[in-house]
């Protein structure tokens, strides 16, 4: 593994709201029309930080490969995100199983971007997290790749009918909804599913002698304790909207960003914090 090159104090960004040490997002799944990037673009653009984490499929280089699909919000995701490396913040981009064409650059860097297939990250407080997208603890994707696909289809139809429904919410003038995770909770096995992914996840970091560990790929953001080990799950930008946050004391909360626009009629998003685990891992 190439050692991070060094990288000048990272500049504060005046109009952002917040400056965490760190921050990680995945499931972007840029090049879907799914993908909600406007809502993601106001949180980068408000919120700055150390390091910043994109945990895996940040590009959906299946859906791209299907057909094309790129708008102006999507490039302008891509941007910000090389304008925050070239401005100092630490960017690391950790490959997923949808953008699994970057795992040929492990090792690499581009744009300031450092390539991983996954890291340890040590928090202010000094605890010890794996990070990695987490889809070699999907038995689905490595034992049944076919049945993946088949299942990305039908997850696609699924937000295609989530965005529909959207629009008529937001005509209403009620918030974001998502059908998908509304359904992903009501099906035994997925729920199984989940749960099952969560403890494999947190054996690793267990068995690597780490505090905890922080993933994507399911999008669903969690974050709890299993068996002595922290399982933080960031979440995705196309149903919950969410990120996983560390203070500048080592403090982990997950923020989820669901509406835009604020009271005080500055342009961007308003988070709102799910609580931090209280006891947290020594």
Same mark, same amino acid.
């Given at each position: =593994?190439?050692?991070?090159a060094?990288?000048? $104090?990272?500049?504060?960004? !005046? !109009?952002?709201?917040?400056?965490y040490r760190? /921050? ?11 993908c909600?990037?406007?809502?993601l673009?106001?949180f980068?653009?408000q919120n ?14 299946? $859906? ?9 919000? +999507? @490039?302008?995701?891509i941007?910000? /995100?090389l304008r925050? $490396?070239r401005?100092? &913040?630490?960017?690391?981009y ?7 064409v970057v ?9 300031? *971007?450092? *390539?991983?297939d #996954?890291?340890?990250? &040590? &928090? ?7 990070v ?19 299942g990305? +289809?039908?997850? &696609?139809?699924?937000l295609?009918?989530? %965005?529909?429904?959207?629009?008529? %919410?937001? %005509? ?19 729920? @199984? ?5 969560e403890e494999?996840?947190?054996? #690793? ?8 560990? /922080? ?6 953001? !969690?974050m709890?304790?299993?068996d002595?080990?922290l ?7 196309? #149903?919950?909207?969410t990120?996983?946050v560390?203070? =500048? !004391?080592? #403090?982990?909360? *997950?923020?989820?960003w669901?509406q ?5 009629g500055?342009?961007? $998003?308003?988070?709102?914090p799910?609580?931090a685990?209280e006891?947290s891992?020594?």
């Amino acid at each position: =593994m190439l050692a991070p090159a060094q990288r000048p $104090a990272t500049t504060v960004n !005046e !109009e952002a709201l917040h400056h965490y040490r760190s /921050i990680w997002i995945s499931d972007v799944h840029l090049g879907t029309a799914g993908c909600q990037a406007d809502y993601l673009l106001d949180f980068l653009k408000q919120n700055d930080s150390d390091h910043l984490y994109l945990v895996g499929d940040i590009i959906d280089g299946w $859906a791209l490969r299907r057909a094309w699909y790129w708008n102006q919000q +999507h @490039n302008d995701v891509i941007q910000k /995100i090389l304008r925050k $490396a070239r401005k100092g &913040t630490r960017v690391v981009y950790i490959a997923g199983n949808h953008d699994e064409v970057v795992r040929q650059f492990i090792g690499l860097a581009f744009g300031g *971007i450092d *390539i991983q297939d #996954e890291v340890v990250h &040590t &928090t202010a407080d000094g605890r010890r997290f794996l990070v990695l997208h987490g889809d070699l603890f999907d038995g689905v994707i490595q034992c049944a790749r076919w049945l993946a696909i088949v299942g990305d +289809h039908a997850y &696609t139809l699924t937000l295609k009918l989530n %965005r529909g429904f959207n629009h008529l %919410r937001a %005509r209403l003038g009620l918030g974001y909804w998502s059908l998908s995770q509304f359904l992903k909770h009501k099906v035994k096995k997925a729920v @199984n599913f989940v749960s099952q992914f969560e403890e494999a996840v947190a054996r #690793e970091a267990k068995a690597r002698g780490l505090d905890g560990v /922080i993933c994507g790929h399911i999008h669903k953001a !969690e974050m709890r304790d299993i068996d002595g080990v922290l399982y933080c799950n960031d979440g995705d930008w196309v #149903e919950s909207l969410t990120a996983l946050v560390e203070t =500048m !004391e080592g #403090e982990l909360k *997950i923020v989820t960003w669901q509406q835009l626009g604020h009271a005080d009629g500055r342009s961007g $998003a308003r988070p709102s914090p799910v609580p931090a685990v209280e006891d947290s891992p020594a």
